[in-house]
Each structure stands twice: as structure tokens, then as C-alpha cells.
């Protein structure tokens, strides 16, 4: 089955500065790749996601990356603001099959 | 629009008792979904469903029953509480491949059994 792997664990950054977290994933059938945002005592939230038929796709101040050929994926956090501090997900799956594997999560915090 | 609602948030078991956590979505989703988060381990799939009367098991099915007997309902059955269920869980739901997979959790069920 698909496994997924997340790197870092842990993420300090400055305010303003760029923040990188990257996942591998093992099955080449996936083709779905969602980040998710967790707040303390609240359920995943969907910032970004990606399809395998594209290499890279942008939302303000985030931005995934693709590559297929190596199977990993990153999540790019440019301009970091102190609400951005949460734990990150990130996750794979077969289009239509609706089963997310999920990475162990990045907890990031931003120090202003 | 409230989304995916989950009932109770919170909830202490003793060893051995039963218990239904409830999930519900008005979103008119086909898709719903398990998962449990543990420290260290991020989500895992319990079960899932891809439409009324149909079930599936994820990943860690064992000690846990589902059903969907309707779109909007998805209830997670504990049969009998052991302490490694310790967990939080969420539900999750999503209209399916035609409108991009989008998947979206509910807040969560924290769940202590002693």
C-alpha cells in the first residue's frame, strides 16, 4: 500500500521568511496530493492541493510543487506571518478511491 | 452550512463499554470517511464509504463498525472499548471524482478510554 513519508518534523522560522516541507510518497497510482492545515483542537483544513497531471500550482502566499518521476511533493510557505504557525499534512491518494494517506505532520512555528 | 458535524467532542469510556460516534454532513456528499490521529502517527483510514449501504475498511478497521444507511450519516461504533482507542477522531466527507476530491473534516471526537 501507499506510504507516505514528511520532512521536517519540526520547522522554527522567522517571520517573513520562506518555509519548506516536503513529502515522498510510494505508490506511483497516486494522483492526488492535498496539504492540510491543523490548528490546535480543530479537524485538518484543505489549503492547497495538487494533481498528478500538473507540475506546480500557486495560491498567494503557498505553493505546491510536484514530481512525479521522484514522487515527492513539497508545500512552499513564502512571506510567513505568526497565524501561519500550525501543523501541517501532507497526504496522497487515487482519484476516486477517497483513501488519504497522510505523512506525520510538520508543526511549524513562525516567531515574530 | 455547517459542513461535517461530529458528536460528541469529547467522550470518556471505561474498558469494555460501547459507544456511536456520530458524523453527519449536509453537503450531499457521496463519500465519507474515518480517520483516527495519534500522536506521532498523523490520520489513518478506520473505514469508509462511497455512497448509502456501501462500506469499506481502511487501514486500522479492527474494534470498529460502520454503516450508511442514509447520504448525510456516517456513525462509527465502538463495540468494546479497549485503551489503545484512545485517539481523536474525524470524519470526513467529499462530493467524489467528478468535482476534484476535495475532502472535508469535521472537528474532531477526543476519545479517552480508562
Known amino acids: 500500500g501507499e506510504n507516505v513519508e514528511q520532512h521536517p518534523s519540526t520547522l522554527s522560522v522567522q517571520e517573513g521568511d520562506s518555509a519548506v516541507i516536503k513529502c515522498t510518497y510510494s505508490d506511483s497510482a497516486s494522483n492526488y496530493f492535498p496539504w492540510y492545515k491543523q490548528e490546535l483542537g480543530k479537524g485538518p483544513q484543505l489549503i492547497i492541493d495538487?494533481?498528478?497531471?500538473?507540475g506546480e500550482k500557486k495560491d498567494q502566499r503557498i505553493a505546491v510543487t510536484l514530481n512525479k518521476t521522484a514522487k515527492h511533493f513539497s508545500l512552499h510557505i513564502t512571506e510567513t506571518q505568526p497565524e501561519d504557525s500550525a501543523v501541517y499534512f501532507c497526504?496522497?491518494?487515487?482519484?476516486?478511491?477517497?483513501?488519504?494517506?497522510f505523512g506525520t505532520g510538520t508543526r511549524l512555528l513562525v516567531s515574530p | 452550512n455547517a459542513g461535517v458535524t461530529q458528536t460528541p467532542k469529547f467522550q470518556v469510556l471505561k474498558t469494555g463499554q460501547s459507544m456511536t460516534l456520530q458524523c453527519a454532513q449536509d453537503?450531499?456528499?457521496?463519500?465519507m470517511s474515518w480517520y483516527r490521529q495519534d500522536p506521532g502517527m498523523g490520520l489513518r483510514l478506520i473505514h469508509y464509504?462511497?455512497?448509502?449501504?456501501?462500506?469499506d475498511q481502511g487501514e486500522v478497521p479492527n474494534g470498529y463498525n460502520v454503516s450508511r444507511s442514509t447520504t448525510e450519516d456516517f456513525p462509527l461504533r465502538l463495540l468494546s472499548a479497549a485503551p489503545s482507542q484512545t485517539s481523536v477522531y474525524f470524519c470526513a466527507s467529499s462530493s467524489g471524482q467528478g468535482s476534484g476530491n476535495t475532502i472535508y473534516f469535521g472537528e474532531g471526537s477526543w476519545l479517552t478510554v480508562v
Open positions: 497526504a496522497a491518494a487515487v482519484t476516486g478511491f477517497q483513501k488519504l494517506v
Open positions: 453537503m450531499n456528499h457521496e463519500y
Open positions: 464509504s462511497v455512497g448509502a449501504g456501501i462500506t
Open positions: 495538487i494533481r498528478s497531471n500538473v
